[in-house]
């Protein structure tokens, strides 16, 4: 089945640093999701996006439906060690279709 | 307190050995899911159901089983066939079928199997 190409695979930042990480694809997608795994847990959701260019926030992050509906983005402000994680994105092409994911981002937060 | 469960957390079998995990969800969605995880993987999905007494095969199927007897669970066996079926185990519930808002997922907390 297809993956979304989610990148950067890992990354390892400084506490208080702000990330950004993102999610494309060939096809067109209706909603991007966004999800956050700790260790030996199931995925949490973050933020879901159901309008092309729609840009919106929870707390410190911000995820963004790209305007060509290809994409999204999501970003990290001011990162603190409860961060650290495997940040997953998610798009759906219609009702009645699964989601396809990305292989996600694994965060690494250094104090 | 509504939500998805899966139990056990941990589940050691042996090879050869049928097992069946459980994931149960208080939440009223038609939409229910198994993915498997493996390091570096990604989410898999197994099967989907999203209806009662109906299901569909995801993309990596073969060695497994599901059931769908009842709204709120959908039970995933792990046969024999499964050729390397140590992995996390994740299950998943929607409101399901309308596209939007309804099709967003919400996960259980996942069992790890480990055959030995």
């Known amino acids: 089945g297809q993956q979304l190409n989610q990148s950067p695979q890992s990354m390892f930042i400084q506490e208080g640093e702000d990330v950004s990480m993102n999610c494309t694809s060939s096809?067109?997608?209706?909603?991007w999701l966004w999800y956050k795994q700790d260790p030996g847990e199931g995925p949490v959701l973050l933020i879901a996006l159901y309008k092309a260019g729609e840009l919106t926030s929870n707390g410190r992050l911000t995820a963004q439906f790209g305007i060509t509906r290809k994409d999204s983005f999501l970003n990290i402000s001011a990162s603190i060690p409860s961060d650290v994680g495997i940040y997953f994105c998610?798009?759906?092409?219609?009702?009645?279709?699964?989601?396809?994911f990305g292989k996600g981002t694994r965060l690494s937060v250094i104090a | 307190d509504g939500g998805i469960t899966q139990s056990p957390k941990y589940l050691f079998r042996k090879e050869g050995q049928n097992v069946t995990l459980s994931c149960e969800q208080n939440l009223n969605h038609d939409a229910m899911y198994w993915y498997r995880q493996d390091p570096g993987q990604g989410l898999r999905l197994i099967y989907y159901s999203q209806i009662v007494n109906d299901f569909q095969k995801g993309d990596i199927a073969e060695g497994y089983s599901v059931s769908r007897e009842k709204k709120e669970s959908f039970p995933l066996t792990v046969t024999s066939a499964q050729k390397n079926p140590t992995a996390f185990y994740l299950c998943?519930?929607?409101?399901?079928?309308?596209?939007?808002?309804?099709?967003?997922?919400?996960f259980g907390p996942g069992t790890r199997l480990t055959v030995l």
């Open positions: 998943a519930s929607s409101i399901g079928g309308a596209g939007g808002p309804t099709d967003t997922q919400y």
């Open positions: 998610a798009g759906l092409r219609s009702g009645n279709t699964p989601l396809v």
């Open positions: 096809s067109i997608f209706n909603t």
